[in-house]
């Protein structure tokens, strides 16, 4: 099979501090001592905030990682999955006491198929859950994967970029709270023209039932009618990495498999985006992943990082801070001082079988760099 492997034109830029060759030190001048290691931590605290201590009880029971305990089939089609749900807070302006959620297939947990909001508050005393959808596509692109990293949690996002969908009335249970929506709701999918909606949890499982209704009155669809879809923790879905020099590593896939060695070309799909959910490069957009050797000295200290110990078939995710980024750099559509966040996915590991390559300089900045 004949393939063709294509450079990056954004990530393919000079190591922040500089990789190339320094000139020698005066022998006066001492060494400058080496950088620690960098190292793992613990989950930084999310700034979740809450108006009173039923209301913060109650989110911290839907906080977390959740999976279906059985498949569950499309309201329009045929095909069926289990379902990972995560939730995390969220600090939103111009709303309070606020949660965001995603859905995805238990094979795609990288790319939801639906993102939205929870937000429990009180009417007339009592405790009401209600969900929003995202309005635009950008700040869907900015908020994903955040419900899994909610310390990144984007400041972009304000009250304008979510609209309210539905009200479920809440009340205490023995373990925990369940409810039903007071009113139907309007719904447009699988020939509904309203629905209503239920969920009950206690901090190890959610239920949520959801029902379709036709112009007669007559269910058009249901998801979970008899019991509800049964959600259920499971928190090792997915691991997330945290270091002290703010580099965030997300682990999606780790297949068993031989991690890339010095020297390995590597061979990579990515796709780069700031924290505001702009994207400035993708090698998915150009149908060819990008091949390297690895380690690369002409690629930013974070990218490098992230990717080590990755095998065939690995998806991960890694949020990169200015420092091991561009830093202070305009570096083309990456503005100075910016956080930026790429999704791999090393596609095949090839051995490198022609011995030593040549040494050569690192590639010089694109536009906006050093050495324009």
């Not at 000079?14 to 022998?27: C, H, K, N, R």
């Not at 639906?114 to 429990?120: D, E, H, K, L, P």
């Not at 959910?277 to 930013?300: C, H, I, M, Q, W």
């Amino acid at each position: 099979m004949n393939t063709r492997w294509i450079a990056a034109p954004i990530i393919a830029l000079t190591l922040v501090g500089g990789a190339a060759a320094q000139d020698e030190q005066p022998a006066a001048r001492p060494a400058a001592a080496p950088k620690p290691e960098p190292k793992l931590i613990d989950p930084p605290a999310a700034n979740a905030t809450y108006s009173d201590e039923e209301i913060a009880k109650a989110a911290k029971m839907l906080t977390g990682m959740w999976i279906t305990a059985a498949p569950v089939s499309q309201i329009e089609g045929d095909d069926s999955s289990n379902i990972v749900m995560t939730v995390g807070p969220a600090l939103v302006a111009g709303h309070s006491d606020m949660l965001y959620c995603e859905l995805a297939r238990e094979d795609s947990v990288a790319t939801p198929y639906r993102q939205f909001f929870y937000q429990i508050y009180r009417f007339k005393g009592q405790l009401r859950l209600r969900t929003y959808d995202v309005r635009s596509e950008q700040a869907s692109q900015a908020l994903m994967g955040m419900s899994m990293i909610p310390v990144m949690f984007p400041q972009t996002i304000t009250a304008s970029d979510m609209y309210p969908t539905i009200d479920i009335d809440l009340k205490a249970t023995k373990n925990g709270y369940e409810g039903k929506s007071p009113a139907a709701y309007p719904d447009h999918r699988g020939g509904a023209v309203q629905m209503t909606s239920s969920i009950a949890f206690d901090g190890q499982t959610i239920s949520v039932t959801d029902i379709g209704y036709g112009p007669e009155g007559d269910v058009a669809w249901e998801v979970g009618r008899d019991g509800g879809v049964e959600f259920k923790r499971d928190d090792s879905l997915v691991s997330v990495d945290y270091y002290d020099d703010r580099l965030i590593i997300v682990h999606f896939v780790e297949p068993e498999g031989e991690p890339i060695q010095d020297g390995d070309w590597m061979v990579i799909h990515y796709l780069g985006r700031l924290t505001d959910g702009t994207k400035f490069d993708a090698s998915f957009d150009r149908g060819e992943p990008f091949r390297y050797k690895y380690p690369a000295t002409n690629l930013v200290q974070g990218w490098n990082r992230g990717v080590e110990g990755m095998v065939k078939g690995s998806r991960r995710r890694v949020v990169i801070p200015p420092a091991l980024g561009w830093g202070e750099r305009a570096m083309g559509p990456i503005p100075p001082n910016s956080t930026v966040i790429f999704d791999v996915e090393c596609v095949f590991i090839e051995k490198d079988t022609a011995g030593p390559a040549p040494t050569t300089e690192p590639a010089q900045p694109a536009a906006g760099g050093e050495g324009e």
